[in-house]
């Protein structure tokens, strides 16, 4: 199936249900044992609580189509051991529910899939034979004027005669268009690659290069640059360090060679080509250097790689202008469309904590001062100035407005609105400390009916503005989690207050949530041989262990930040899930009172709550948070989690 097509919310959904409905029951073989012995005693003793443990014990077995009746018949004990051994042990069905997880661990989607169906999707056919990176640069290129004009002068300065003459007589959106088409995977490594020290790509490239222009120079480069496209392929065989050394050697004959051709400078002055050549180098890295921003936004956002201090929201919303993703006042409106809702594609399938990444993607490991490692999982930040102007552009379809003109228009309210409140007597001192609900309230009933004159003053008034301090980026400013930091304080309270015998120190408590990642694999490993499926495929796959221990992390009270003061601490959509799950507990604990639910039920009653008892889901849509999903692989981790919190 191809990614524009996949509906990964339908997919997840049947998959975990599919999952859930295989697990058929929460009962192991101690539990049947337990009661079965009850029965036989209340059966012996003659008394009258012998028809009420039947049913209990009739109802357990109906799960797995053991016949109660063997197990009630005193007289048929050989037959009922031969029954109770087809229900699994309490180990057994911890196994069952690792591997059922496991075996929906490989279906979860990343976001860098997320990323590509979005991709796909929007752009509808076009730059289908392209990946998702060179697909997105070359629709800015046709669309836009977004940091295109040093790849755009680069390509124009490598033309051939004949493609400059094409060229010069097109129109300005035929140019665009024949601009894009020559955009290649080659070119975008080739600007990655020069942004810190020219890489061996970008070091063959320049030399290939200039070796062509020393022919006026010296007619016999041309004999180099044939020889180095030849060395080039040879390269490809050998490793980086490998091919970086045999540059140097190759550069070094170059040198020696250009340093004995003599030429008479611009100014009058007689120099070498050797020094010619090394001045072409740095202002070819120039160039590149130049050039990069585009590239590196495209491979950013195709990879899944979420960038520090708000650089990664500003793309998205830039991101959703190009390729036409809409802002919906509510799902219920009849215009709405979930394919191209900006907040549900974005914010909350794309731009989130996906802890896959830490199997797949290594680069959050080593460069984790890079990237954001935990996501907050947010919707729009209806108190951010910059987000309502981009919004605005997004929303006001009426303007008739291109692509282009969006673009520039957001860019030059944004600029309006910090000059505005640079200038004002009296600007915002302050990040507004009303909850984001009013905000959006406003941008609703006000914003959006604004012409675009009135906007400015407007925002500049009644919004905390900044302008951008180093790499700070505008919607990094009013991120106050006013409405998150009073739910996390009335779910940290609430532990505090339930386990006030238990050990608290004001940032963890030293009762235990979560699976116990460590203890079930050396329960598990213990009766399992070696060369025994499940242990080879489940329990040696090292990156579903990392993933686990990743998702236990942020589970688990015993990551001590769990229970740290929430105004001390980013408030995350995982750690309000994970307070919650620990609120839950203890009040499923006095609720049931011993009783099992399965795992459709539990799943029920951690979203949505019951009678007075607000779900989890209350305080995520309150938060701007994505309500409980089967699309997210830490949601089903907390499922499956409290359901092992049954058994064991």
């Known amino acids: 199936m ?10 997840m959904s049947e998959m975990v249900n599919k999952t859930m409905a295989e697990i058929n ?20 003793k003659k008394r009258s609580g012998f028809s009420s443990r039947k ?6 077995c109906l799960a797995y189509g053991v016949d109660a009746e063997i197990l009630c018949h005193p007289e048929k004990e050989e037959e009922a051991q031969r029954l109770l051994k087809q229900i699994p042990t309490r180990k057994g069905l911890c196994k069952e529910l690792l591997a059922k997880f496991h075996a929906l661990y490989r279906q979860f989607p990343t976001s860098v ?9 929007q752009l509808h056919g076009e730059f289908a034979q392209d990946s998702v990176r060179l697909a997105i640069v070359k629709k800015f290129v046709k669309e836009t004027e977004y940091e295109t004009e040093p790849l755009t002068e680069w390509l124009i300065g490598h033309f051939s005669e004949k493609e400059a003459a094409v060229y010069a007589g097109l129109k300005e959106e035929e140019q665009r268009l024949f601009l894009a088409d020559r955009v290649t995977e080659e070119l975008c490594d080739l600007f990655l690659a020069g942004t810190d020290s020219l890489g061996t790509t970008a070091v063959t490239g320049f030399m290939l290069e200039q070796l062509k222009k020393e022919e006026q120079w010296y007619p016999q480069s041309s004999e180099l640059h044939e020889r180095l496209l030849l060395l080039r392929e040879e390269w490809k065989n050998l490793s980086e360090s490998e091919v970086e050394q045999a540059q140097k050697i190759f550069r070094k004959e170059v040198l020696a060679v250009l340093g004995n051709v003599e030429y008479v400078t611009s100014n009058g002055n007689v120099s070498n080509r050797k020094a010619a050549f090394m001045q072409a180098q740095k202002d070819y890295k120039k160039k590149l250097r130049a050039g ?36 919906y006042l509510s799902e219920l409106a009849p ?7 900006l907040v549900k594609n974005l914010f909350y399938d794309y731009y989130n904590d996906n802890l896959l990444r830490y199997v797949l993607d290594s680069d959050y490991v080593m460069q984790s ?20 102007v981009y919004l605005y552009y997004i929303y006001r379809e009426d303007l008739g407005l291109s692509i282009k003109e969006k673009l520039c228009r957001a860019e030059e309210t944004i600029k309006k609105c910090i000059d505005l409140s640079r200038n004002r007597k009296h600007p915002v001192q302050e990040a507004p400390k009303e909850a984001t609900e009013v905000y959006k309230r406003r941008f609703m009933d006000t914003v959006l009916v604004m012409e675009e004159e009135e906007l400015v003053a407007y925002l500049a008034e009644n919004y905390y503005i900044s302008s951008e301090d180093g790499n700070k980026k505008r919607t990094s400013y009013a991120q106050e989690q006013n409405t998150a930091s009073a739910y996390d304080e009335e779910l940290t309270r609430w532990i505090e207050e339930e386990f006030h015998e238990a050990s608290w120190d004001g940032e963890s408590i030293s009762y235990e949530y979560g699976i116990d990642v460590e203890g079930l694999y050396q329960m598990l490993l213990k009766n399992c041989p070696e060369g025994d499926r499940f242990r080879k495929e489940v329990l040696e796959d090292a990156d579903f262990r990392r993933l686990l221990d990743a998702l236990e992390t942020r589970l688990s009270s015993r990551d001590r930040n769990l229970f740290r003061d929430g105004k001390k601490k980013k408030i995350t959509r995982t750690r309000l899930i994970a307070l919650y799950y620990c609120y839950f507990i203890n009040v499923m604990s006095e609720e049931l009172d011993g009783e099992y639910l399965d795992l459709p039920t539990l799943l029920e009653e951690f979203a949505y709550g019951s009678g007075e008892r607000k779900g989890v889901d209350y305080y995520l849509e309150r938060c701007r948070y994505q309500k409980m999903s089967k699309k997210n692989i830490f949601d089903m981790f907390v499922v499956f989690a409290l359901y092992l919190e049954q058994i064991r």
């Open 292 to 327: 990069v921003q585009l590239f590196r936004f495209a491979d950013h956002l195709a990879n899944g790689k979420f960038i520090v201090s708000g650089n990664t929201k500003e793309m998205l919303y830039i991101f959703a202008i190009v390729f036409g993703l809409k802002v």
């Open 335 to 341: 215009e709405y469309k979930a394919e191209d809702d």
């Open 369 to 388: 001062k890079n990237y954001e490692t935990e996501p907050t999982g947010e919707g729009i930040n209806f108190k951010n100035y910059a987000e309502i």
């Open 2 to 11: 191809e990614y524009s097509e996949k509906n990964y919310t339908r997919y």
């Open 25 to 44: 029951s929460f009962y192991c073989r101690e539990d049947v044992e337990r009661k079965r012995a009850e029965v036989l005693y209340e059966q012996k």
């Open 113 to 121: 899939q997320f990323f590509e169906r979005l991709v796909r999707r």
């Open 55 to 60: 049913r209990e014990l009739v109802q357990m």
